[in-house]
């Protein structure tokens, strides 16, 4: 699996605006149940850090910017996440660090399971071990 795709959502706008609707196993690859959102990062804090043994996440900058760096264990990549139409796909196994929040990010993450601390990788050695797998 490659590390990371993004998907574009349509924005339905008129003269009032703009509206993206998200719907789980139609424009969103699963069936959503959990969604969760990170704001109020302060300025050069990063978060992450982790990787999931079994977790699709879907990520949108729904205002302002950051940076999501993603590592399959073998190649390292980055992906800059400031729109409010583009979603980020993760799987499985990759490890993801998010950094350079603006002050005003609001980043939304639909995700395919419930939270379960076990499902987290926290330790990169432990992950590398476990790609290697
Ligand atoms: P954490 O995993 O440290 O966030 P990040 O990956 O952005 O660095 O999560 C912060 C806290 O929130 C931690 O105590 C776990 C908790 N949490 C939940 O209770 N439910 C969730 O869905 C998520 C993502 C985190």
Redesign the pocket.
């Known amino acids: 699996m490659s590390l990371f795709k993004w998907i574009d959502f349509p924005a339905l706008g008129d003269e009032r605006g703009f509206l993206v609707a998200l719907e789980a196993e139609e424009s969103v690859p699963f069936a959503i149940k959990?969604v969760?959102y990170?704001f109020g990062t302060r300025e050069g804090e990063a978060?992450?850090?982790?990787a999931h043994k079994k977790l699709q996440q879907v990520a949108i900058c729904i205002t302002g910017k950051c940076r999501m760096i993603l590592d399959d264990g073998e190649e390292r990549s980055e992906a800059r996440l400031d729109s409010p139409t583009k979603g980020l796909v993760i799987g499985d196994l990759v490890w993801r660090e998010?950094h350079d929040f603006s002050e005003d990010c609001v980043l939304l993450v639909l995700a395919s399971e419930h939270?379960d601390e076990s499902d987290y990788i926290r330790d990169y050695d432990e992950f590398k071990n476990q790609v290697k797998l």
Do not use: A, E, T
């Not at 978060?47 to 982790?50: A, C, D, I, L, V």
């Open positions: 959990r969760y990170i978060r992450g850090f982790h998010m939270y």
